[in-house]
């Protein structure tokens, strides 16, 4: 089994930044890609971005190219997702997400393809 815990989400004022950490036990995080995901309230769930087990391979939504990027310390068993020039719409609970199969090839993937999810770290982008 592989347990997921997300941290480092918070209050911060438009323009600012933010890390968030996917924090692994369990099962190793090493052989595992990784997705983060946002949902808004009242909307669905949006994939972010993703890193493959290797690192080789990382995507973003078109929403957060070139603010957010991701990385994985495989040391530390934890995937990161540093956010800067946050914006107000910005603003969701975000997940992070790991699954052992073959993804973030071209984009981040659907949630359903993640088998294993954090709990969520709320992010909120206000002045």
């Known amino acids: 089994q592989l347990q997921l815990v997300e941290s480092g989400g918070g209050l911060v004022q438009p323009g600012g930044s933010l890390r968030l950490s996917c924090a692994a036990s369990?099962?190793?995080?090493?052989?595992?890609?990784i997705g983060w995901f946002r949902q808004a309230p009242g909307k669905e769930r949006e994939g972010v971005s993703c890193?493959?087990?290797?690192?080789?391979?990382?995507n973003y939504a078109d929403s957060v190219k070139g603010r957010f990027t991701i990385s994985r310390d495989s040391a530390k068993k934890t995937v990161y997702l540093q956010m800067n020039s946050l914006k107000p719409e910005d603003t969701a609970v975000y997940y992070c997400?790991?699954?052992?199969?073959?993804?973030?090839?071209?984009?981040?993937?659907?949630?359903?393809?993640?088998?294993?999810w954090g709990q969520g770290t709320q992010v909120t982008v206000s002045s």
């Open positions: 369990g099962s190793t995080l090493n052989s595992a890609a």
């Open positions: 890193i493959s087990s290797n690192g080789g391979r990382r």
């Open positions: 997400a790991a699954d052992f199969g073959p993804l973030c090839y071209y984009n981040t993937g659907m949630a359903e393809d993640y088998g294993y």
